[in-house]
């Protein structure tokens, strides 16, 4: 049994993954900003933080008095209505606080929990992104969460060169185009088979390996 801490679990891929890892008997340690966990198990328990509060994300981290073997930054959100770069009214405010949440959430997170994943004997981290990130997918809609995705690569493929000399290894993931509130109802793929594909990569994942981009598949994807 390993110790997960997923981010973000309270919906979507983050909930998915939740209940996959229950169900194989795993423990673990889901982050809602409010109210209570979106499950109840003997092995589920909740930390409560905003990703854009650091005092928050540390004293949610002093909580806990265990080993964390696996962290799965997946708390994100889509960004602004106006996205559209040529937008008179283009909600440059919107802008900021999508890289707040998608870009220094997760790193925030990453420092705050650290310590706990080093007393893991072979700690693990997960960004979940997306491939709109990419510089090989063009496009121009939703342009503040995709240049937030093409940021956190970055961020994290940093984290997972610092990181390595400690023996914890970093994957950057997209989920795939899932069936949630902000992948849509005509989205290509089910939650569940998003968080078998992860948990997979996640199972995978070695120092050798550490540092990529990869789909939910297991394919490699251009940064």
């Known amino acids: 049994m390993s110790t ?45 933080f905003d990703v854009r509060d650091e005092d928050q994300i540390k004293a949610a981290a002093a909580t806990l008095d265990e080993p964390i073997d696996v962290l799965v930054n997946n708390a994100g959100i889509i960004g602004p209505l106006s996205q559209n770069t040529l937008d008179p009214g283009f909600d440059f405010a919107g802008f900021a606080e999508t890289l707040d949440v998608n870009v220094l959430g997760p790193l925030r997170v990453v420092q705050a929990f650290l310590p706990l994943l080093r007393r893991s004997k072979a700690g693990k981290v997960m960004a979940v992104s997306s491939q709109l990130g990419s510089m090989t997918y063009p496009g121009s809609d939703r342009i503040a969460y995709r240049a937030s995705k093409a940021a956190l690569n970055k961020v994290m493929q940093g984290v997972a060169e610092d990181l390595a000399q400690e023996g ?45 981009f990869m789909n939910w598949d297991g394919a490699v994807r251009a940064w």
């Open 4 to 48: 997960y801490l997923v981010t973000g679990c309270g919906r979507g891929v983050g909930l998915a993954l939740t209940k996959a890892l229950l169900a194989r008997g795993d423990r673990v340690i889901g982050s809602v900003r409010t109210g209570e966990g979106p499950v109840e198990h003997e092995r589920f328990s909740t930390v409560r």
């Open 168 to 212: 914890i290894a970093v994957v950057i993931a997209h989920p795939g185009w899932v069936r949630t509130d902000m992948g849509g109802a005509d989205a290509s793929i089910a939650p569940e088979e998003s968080a078998t594909g992860l948990i997979d990569l996640l199972d995978r994942l070695t120092l050798e390996t550490t540092g990529r």
